[in-house]
């Protein structure tokens, strides 16, 4: 009887024990699947959480801010803020040296061993010397350290991507038009708005001369001007990036020359529809591109359109190869 009771105690006492082992983080999750829209910051001052972010990750920010709470290998003066960024979330982590790390979450599961991670203190240089241990970190922290850890950090804080940006660039490029065959030079340039991987910018073209082959005509000049609109997705590669899109513009051709009562002079407005794909090259603001665009113009597509029945027809597609610059805000 006696023994039934101690037994009995005994495993009371180990439900009691594990149960208040559990208990806070079982609460903060509890707390929060419960949550309505409006995110209560962590009340760890070195954790900073937005409001903003994905409600799949607030319980794991949650527990991240109690994990902070607890730890006893964290880094005097660190710094962490856990920001919204679409879909995932970005963890920047500034430690009492200055030194700075900043990593894109995509799963919540991820985020706490992240910023376990993020906040131990680093290796002391002089620890070696003195021979006192350095402090070592969790087992959990230490398995994410070697995913998120790649070499020393920054000497600088990183900027952290915004969610716009404005984006412009300049190109030089040879266009082949047909038909008949013409050759030209062209200058382009674009300004816009970059939204996360999309490119939405106004263009402008202009090509000074345009050769046509077999005019049957030693007088003619032509040259052409416009602008529009392109619209691209971005695809990225460490410091290189494609890009895939379509545009849309109007095209002025003019064409001029000497017949038997002087010089005659005609210009042609048209609309052209075009794929566009470029490849950009650097990681910073000021970028290298190469790019390759066709277009097509569906008016001309039927029916030839002439400036004069002395003249040639006016090209109904193009094609063009180019190398310019590009300039984008971080």
């Avoid at 062209?186 to 910018?201: E, T, V």
């Avoid at 097509?296 to 030839?304: F, Q």
Wanted: hydrophobic letters at 45%; proline letters at 7%; charged letters at 20%.
């Amino acid at each position: 009887m006696h023994g039934h009771s101690a037994r009995g105690f005994a495993a009371a006492g180990a439900s009691f024990l594990a149960l208040q082992l559990v208990c806070p983080r079982a609460q903060a999750s509890e707390a929060l699947v419960g949550a309505d829209a409006s995110f209560a910051a962590c009340d760890d001052a070195r954790l900073v959480i937005d409001p903003q972010i994905a409600p799949r990750f607030r319980v794991a920010a949650a527990l991240a801010c109690q994990q902070l709470r607890v730890m006893e290998d964290v880094d005097s003066g660190v710094r962490v803020t856990i920001q919204a960024s679409g879909d995932a979330v970005l963890v920047r982590a500034q430690l009492g040296d200055g030194r700075t790390a900043m990593r894109r979450i995509e799963a919540p599961e991820a985020l706490e061993p992240t910023v376990e991670a993020l906040a131990v203190l680093p290796v002391a240089s002089d620890s070696w010397k003195t021979g006192a241990p350095s402090p070592a970190p969790s087992p959990r922290a230490a398995a994410a350290a070697n995913t998120v850890r790649t070499g020393e950090d920054p000497p600088h804080e990183r900027p952290v991507p915004r969610a716009l940006t404005f984006e412009l660039g300049a190109a030089i490029s040879g266009h082949i038009a047909g038909s008949p065959l013409v050759a030209s030079p062209s200058l382009s340039g674009y300004a816009g708005l970059r939204p996360a991987d999309w490119l939405l910018a106004v263009t402008v073209r202009w090509d000074p001369v345009e050769v046509v082959t077999n005019s049957g005509n030693s007088t003619l000049e032509m040259d052409a001007a416009g602008g529009g609109f392109m619209l691209t997705r971005q695809m990225k590669w460490k410091d290189a990036a494609a890009e895939l899109g379509v545009s849309t513009s109007l095209l002025v051709q003019s064409q001029s020359y000497e017949g038997e009562k002087g010089e005659k002079v005609g210009s042609v407005v048209d609309a052209r529809l075009g794929i566009v794909t470029r490849a950009l090259f650097g990681g910073g603001p000021r970028r290298f591109i190469v790019t390759f665009n066709g277009e097509i113009s569906p008016t001309r597509l039927r029916r030839k359109l002439r400036v004069d029945d002395a003249l040639p027809p006016l090209p109904s597609w193009d094609v063009g190869l180019g190398i310019g610059a590009a300039w984008g805000e971080p």
